[in-house]
């Protein structure tokens, strides 16, 4: 009973309450570690957007994936594969980091001041018990130490009968201005997702760009971004000239060489056009505004005459790549317009025309040293485009649509490829299909960032600061003078550098005992 009476009266055990799992967590999430496995996890989420096509910088090869393999593709966008750096993980891991390395900056900051605030501390009663150790027969003074170590950019104190001295902080200042850069580089990429912009649109030769929301095709801005906010530059595409490797290595051949855009740009409106050759890795710039060029293809132009004698179509059309090494590439042309029904068109653009082995065709080179289109499919009816449905302009139609479309031309019905200048008549005079010539697209990435340069900096100062943190050791001396006899002892601070701090300790002690003309 009185056993019982006792635990009752004993207090209870704190809890484990709300306000201690905050403390808990914090003290998680600012520690080292964690900051570590935070950037690990920062560069490690990086590597998708890499490998992966993403949809802000090659829309054709995700849409290439969609077609090749939609169930791979339906998986990537369920994890936001194709959109990596705007995705909802990737986007929590930069704001845990973000607050980690504040939770590690601002301590380490006071601890940083107070220690450039403090003095060596006083020399150790038993120098001969540290790492390193002399004893100079020499008269050495205090004053006379003192001032020799100064001149050797130590910090120095003194006392009754004994010199402290430290050097190597510049590593702290290092590994501080490490985490401070790296805390820069994450602000800096935070201000240009913020105030900057992204976009993509595809150009066919002889066609224009005005940098308008409107003319992206896809546009990714900031959200202090408005339409008011866009450089109002503009260009003409002229002519795209890709080059490959025609002679040479047979295994060589085909490989791609140059890639060059010649535009006619006007920095303003009203302003005088000039020209520019854009290539790859080396954009457009104006006023901060970066135009890159990322891809190229070929667009070839037809026309389709309808049933009733009228152009139902009249353009070039961008063909997506389904072969990168021969540029063989895929078309879907529509003509919606089209009397007495509405036509339809799968093609295969044949850069260099060439024979298949098991029969049909193929292209040899990627450049059109032989231009041919294949007729794979014609077909008429109803394909919904104003259905209100959208549809991609690489689809002819959605599967249940596709099944209620009347086959014109399929198979073994299909014609002879065609060449720069030759049509085909479609059965039951349904009109026309002409291969007019080959015109080239090219696609463009343009963006603006004013985090840039800032990241650019904060990366720099980054680099110049590890080695810094790496490199430099923390290191003291400490003399007793006693009796005209002086001992010199020192110690590292840095795990590892002993094994080097043992010739400088030699050097240092040369200097202690060297003449005053002789310090160097």
């Known amino acids: 009973m009185a056993v019982q009476e006792m635990e009752k009266q004993a207090p209870k055990p704190p809890g484990f309450g709300p306000v201690a799992w905050l403390r808990w967590t914090w003290r998680t999430l600012t520690s080292m570690k964690t900051a570590l496995l935070l950037l690990f996890l920062f560069a490690l989420g990086s590597i998708p957007g890499s490998l992966i096509p993403q949809r802000g910088v090659e829309p054709d090869k995700v849409a290439q994936i969609y077609i090749n393999d939609p169930v791979r593709a339906e998986w990537y966008e369920r994890f936001q594969l194709f959109d990596v750096f705007n995705s909802v993980w990737f986007a929590a891991i930069y704001l ?26 006083a020399a150790p009663r038993h120098l001969s018990r540290l790492p390193h150790h002399t004893v100079l027969d020499e008269g050495l003074t205090v004053e006379v130490a003192a001032r020799r170590l100064r001149k050797l950019r130590f910090r120095v104190d003194t006392g009754d009968g004994w010199v402290s001295a430290e050097k190597g902080f510049l590593r702290e200042t290092g590994n501080l201005l490490f985490h401070i850069s790296l805390l820069g580089l994450l602000v800096a990429v935070g201000i240009g997702a913020v105030f900057g912009y992204r976009g993509n649109v595809l150009v066919v030769e002889d066609e224009g760009f005005a940098n308008t929301v409107a003319a ?8 202090q971004v408005s339409a008011e906010s866009l450089e109002p530059f503009s260009f003409t595409l002229d ?47 104006i006023n901060g505004t970066q135009t890159y060029l990322i891809g190229n293809g070929y ?4 026309r389709i005459t309808d049933g009733k004698g009228q152009v139902a179509f009249e353009g070039a059309v961008p063909c997506l790549i389904e072969f990168p090494a021969t540029r063989v590439s895929g078309c879907v042309l529509k003509a919606p317009d089209a009397q007495p029904g509405q036509l339809g068109f799968l093609l295969r653009f044949l850069p260099t025309i060439a024979p298949a082995q098991g029969g049909g065709y193929t292209s040899s080179f990627p450049g059109d040293l032989m231009p041919r289109v294949q007729v794979l499919g014609a077909f008429t009816g109803d394909f919904g485009v104003r259905s209100g449905r959208p549809q991609s302009v690489y689809e002819l139609a959605p599967p249940d649509v596709m099944k209620k479309l009347k086959p014109l031309v399929m198979g073994s019905t299909a014609p002879e490829p065609l060449a720069p200048g030759q049509s085909f008549d479609l059965p039951d005079g349904l009109g026309k299909l002409e291969f007019v010539e080959v015109k080239e697209w090219m696609t463009l990435q343009i963006a603006y960032d004013p985090g840039r340069v800032p990241a650019l900096l904060a990366a720099g100062l980054a680099t110049v600061s590890i080695v810094f943190s790496l490199v430099i050791r923390r290191r003291r001396v400490f003399v007793r003078v006693k009796d005209g006899a002086a001992e010199v002892g020192g110690l590292t601070r840095t795990e590892g550098s002993a094994a080097g701090f043992t010739e400088e300790f030699a050097d240092i002690v040369k200097v202690l005992s060297a003449g005053d003309k002789d310090v160097r």
């Open 299 to 302: 667009a070839p132009f037809f």
């Open 239 to 285: 002519e795209f000239k890709a080059s490959y490797q025609v002679g040479g290595d047979p295994t060589k051949v085909g490989q791609p060489l140059d890639f060059s855009a010649h535009l006619k740009v006007s920095d303003a409106p009203g302003a005088p056009k000039r020209d520019y050759e854009l290539k790859v890795n080396e954009p457009l710039e």
């Open 96 to 121: 845990l980091l973000f607050a980690s390395l504040v939770g590690c900056i601002v301590p380490r900051t006071t601890t940083y001041f107070k220690e450039l605030r403090r003095k060596p501390p």
């Open 216 to 223: 992206y095709d896809r546009f990714m801005p900031g959200n």
